[in-house]
């Protein structure tokens, strides 16, 4: 049974710093690994994509890595800015019809 | 290209009612999945349908269904509602069917069951 866990579950940073949160999953037969951001009370905006065959995969001041072996991904956030507050999750999909997500991170940038 | 839309954004019922949700897919999108998210916690995987056909669920009780229809929006159906009903459901639609892309979720629908 495939289990995501994020570390740390709050985190709170100046801005301007770079930042990694990290993911971890249980099974490392995966089809997919996608991030996404969360603001409060609403719906998941994705901001990665990640497939199993990829090691990694860039979006303007976002890189996302992907090491199916030892079960982690990371989200490395470049020089943080206080609108990059929010939630962010990670989940995995193994191929089939359900992913899996991890509870995630609650990031604060202190401006 | 239009997003995932999602209605109503708030409802509050009373336990033991009946509550529909409604999801419309993004263009060019034939799968859709729906979740469910408890406060602080990440979204639990309901059920998803490929070709008006549930063809995957998750650990939730039939008092839980859905439907999907020729133009690939959906209904989530919720049943004799108990308080731990209470949550965000979240809607997200894709292309593939079982082999899952890249998810895309509407804003959510927030319901309170008192």
């Known amino acids: 049974k495939q289990e995501v866990t994020q570390i740390p579950a709050a985190l709170s940073v100046p801005e301007g710093e770079n930042l990694v949160l990290n993911c971890s999953f249980t099974d490392s037969a995966i089809y997919n690994l996608q991030w996404f951001r969360q603001d409060p009370g609403k719906g998941l905006t994705s901001l990665l994509l990640?497939?199993?065959?990829?090691r990694e995969q860039t979006s303007g001041r976002l890189n996302a890595s992907l090491d199916k072996s030892s079960g982690r991904s990371t989200l490395y956030i470049a020089a943080s800015q206080p609108g990059d507050s929010a939630t962010y999750l990670c989940?995995?999909?193994?191929?089939?019809?359900?992913?899996?997500f991890g509870a995630g991170t609650r990031l604060f940038v202190k401006a | 290209e239009t997003g995932v839309t999602q209605s109503p954004t708030h409802l509050i019922k009373t336990r033991g009612q009946q509550v529909t949700l409604r999801c419309s897919s993004q263009?060019?999108?034939?799968?859709v999945s729906w979740y469910q998210q408890a406060l602080g916690q990440g979204p639990q995987f309901i059920f998803q349908?490929?070709?008006?056909?549930?063809?995957g669920r998750g650990n939730f009780p039939p008092r839980f269904s859905g439907l999907q229809f020729p133009n690939y929006s959906s209904e989530l159906n919720v049943n004799a509602l108990e308080l731990d009903d209470s949550a965000l459901y979240l809607c997200?639609?894709?292309?593939?069917?079982?082999?899952?892309?890249?998810?895309?979720f509407g804003e959510g629908s927030r319901l309170t069951v008192l």
């Open positions: 997200a639609s894709s292309f593939g069917g079982l082999t899952s892309g890249e998810l895309f």
């Open positions: 349908y490929y070709r008006e056909e549930e063809n």
């Open positions: 989940a995995v999909n193994g191929g089939g019809f359900k992913t899996i």
């Open positions: 263009s060019g999108h034939n799968t």
């Open positions: 990640i497939q199993s065959s990829q």
